[in-house]
């Protein structure tokens, strides 16, 4: 028996039963991009009784939380990767092909292998494309020899055995851009775990952290934490101070800003970023890059019927985090489900939690919660923020126990 | 039961189609992405409505410590918190292993 038609026996409340009507088809919903957000939201309309179809070009998901973690060596690869058979199991269907067209007139998606797919609505959930054109030098051939690792796979494995082959006494110079960008703490919890790896294990190199802003997520708590474990091997350079990299030379290993030339052991370079390409293919990224949505429905501003979510959507207060794109994806499907069935949206209110390491067992979290309002998600005033800066080590063993925990039941809840 | 809900059932048996789940109120959708069963969060679904209600309003006052629950807590209201809970405390818990039931 089913988890609903158990639920009904229990309690007889009332249910929003989405469409179909019992006697006609099911509307068809496109998901594209099986990641935190598209997974998320193809399971949420499937159980709203749509006909859903997730297009995902990769067989395998690699996550990017806690990939930082796989840099420093303190979790395995293998705990990142996921597939979609999950989500095959719970009746979606799952095409792992490259969308490359969309006619949004005609609801239309095309298939690199030259098939369509129709749809009475698209969600989109492209995730992000990291920008070849940003910083001179830095372009797609780049990253053989300075890695960004913002997208969690190979680069993440190069990254990994650059650092464990690094000359004793070396330098690791880490380039993080301006805002927005995918995952606001996530180069600062880079940062952090190289800085625990150089400590243990090369304790005379040194990690210099190039910043294209002077402030940044969970700021005082990431520099108090830097400032006890760290003091020696992370030099940070905040943009006041030169932290914009403004070229890089990949041949020569050198960092380049306006202040000064860094030679690198190790170099990853984090450029700005843009929604992922189909954004832009279907007409829903404006001149910034990302994508303007309704904040009740995620429907796109820019084109009627294709809905955008997670890192690629511009969603006001809510950082680009996995987090975000889940609790994204469930309220967009609600949209969708009541949409289709000629049913205003309920107004929604959006939960945030990140966690990060500072070290191995030394977590701090941000966290978040959100309406629409104003024509944005904006913060609910008096809630959310970060970690106390004063807490005691056991605070902090506690919230790594939890961010571990946190990834293990969403990507459970996700792909599982 | 319902009338309208009992005949949504009995045509759901007889079709074995896929009915839609108990719509979240805002904000509880997020929930069991953290509290689950063998996390140290805790498994909130399907516990009793005063004990998660209680939990909410102490959180939101802050007499109640907590690492992010007092900081998500006070972002909602107490009619907000009281729909969470009642919705919580309808829904299963999911199995340690699965999130969903295999057919």
Redesign the interface.
């Known amino acids: 028996m ?17 469409r179909p009507a ?1 006697a006609q088809a099911a509307a068809k919903v496109v998901v594209i991009g099986g990641g935190f957000g598209g997974a998320t939201a193809a ?1 949420a309309l ?4 749509l006909d859903v179809t997730l297009v995902e070009v990769n067989s395998t998901y690699v996550s990017c939380p806690f990939s930082n973690e796989v840099i420093a060596g303190l979790q395995p690869m293998a705990a990142q990767r996921f597939g979609y058979e ?1 989500l095959a ?3 979606i269907r799952v095409v792992h092909a490259a969308a490359t067209g969309i006619d949004a007139d005609a609801r239309r998606v095309t298939l690199a292998d030259g098939t369509a797919r129709t749809y009475d609505r698209l969600v989109l959930s492209p995730g992000i494309d990291l920008r070849f054109d940003a910083i001179p030098g830095y372009d797609a051939a780049a990253v053989d020899r300075m890695p960004h690792a913002w997208k969690a796979g190979e680069q993440t494995l190069l990254l990994a055995r650059q650092l464990a082959a690094m000359p004793e006494g070396g330098t690791v110079v880490l380039a993080v851009p301006g805002n927005p960008y995918r995952c606001p703490p996530g180069p600062y919890e880079r940062a952090s775990l190289i800085a625990h790896v150089l400590k243990t294990t090369k304790p005379r190199a040194k990690l210099i952290l190039l910043d294209a802003k002077d402030t940044f997520s969970k700021q005082r708590l990431f520099q108090s934490g830097w400032k006890a474990l760290y003091p020696t091997q992370l030099e940070y350079v905040p943009l006041a101070e030169g932290g914009q990299v403004t070229a890089v030379d990949p041949d020569a290993m050198i960092v380049r800003t306006d202040f000064s030339d860094y030679k690198a052991d190790v170099a990853c370079i984090i450029p700005p970023q843009r929604a992922g390409r189909i954004a832009a293919v279907a007409g829903v990224a404006d001149r910034s890059g990302w994508c303007p949505i309704d904040p009740v429905t995620f429907e796109s501003r820019l084109v009627p019927g294709i809905h955008v979510i997670g890192d690629a959507a511009i969603a006001g207060a809510m950082p680009k985090s996995a ?1 975000s794109a ?2 994204q994806a ?2 967009c499907a ?1 949209a969708v ?1 009541d949409l289709l069935a000629g049913r205003a949206p ?6 945030n ?1 990140c966690y990060s390491l500072v070290a191995p067992g030394y977590g701090i ?1 941000i ?3 959100y ?1 629409p309002a104003g024509g944005v998600l904006a913060d ?1 005033e ?4 970060i ?1 106390p800066v004063d807490a005691s080590m056991a ?1 902090r063993e ?2 790594a ?2 961010a571990a ?2 990834y ?3 990507t ?2 996700v792909f ?1 | 039961m319902r009338p309208a809900v009992l005949a949504a059932w009995l045509l759901a048996g007889s079709v074995g189609m896929v009915l839609a789940r108990e719509r979240p109120p805002p904000g509880a959708s997020s929930c069991a992405e953290c509290h689950a069963e063998g996390a140290a969060m805790g498994a909130i679904d399907g516990r009793p409505e005063a004990e998660i209600a209680a939990a909410l309003a102490e959180y939101r006052s802050g007499v109640r410590p907590a690492s992010v629950m007092s900081r998500i807590a006070r972002g909602f209201s107490e009619e907000e918190s009281r729909a969470i809970a009642a919705y919580l405390s309808r829904q299963r818990p999911a199995a340690p292993e699965t999130s969903q039931e295999r057919p």
């Open positions: 089913s988890r609903t038609r158990r639920a009904f026996l229990a309690t007889g409340a009332a249910f929003a039963l989405g019992l399971r499937h159980g709203g009784g999950g199991r719970a009746g987090f889940n609790a469930k309220v609600d489900i309920e107004t929604p209110k959006l939960i939690t979290s966290a978040g919660v309406h609910v008096g809630a959310g923020g970690s605070l506690q919230e126990l939890h925990d946190w293990r039941t969403i459970r809840q599982g």
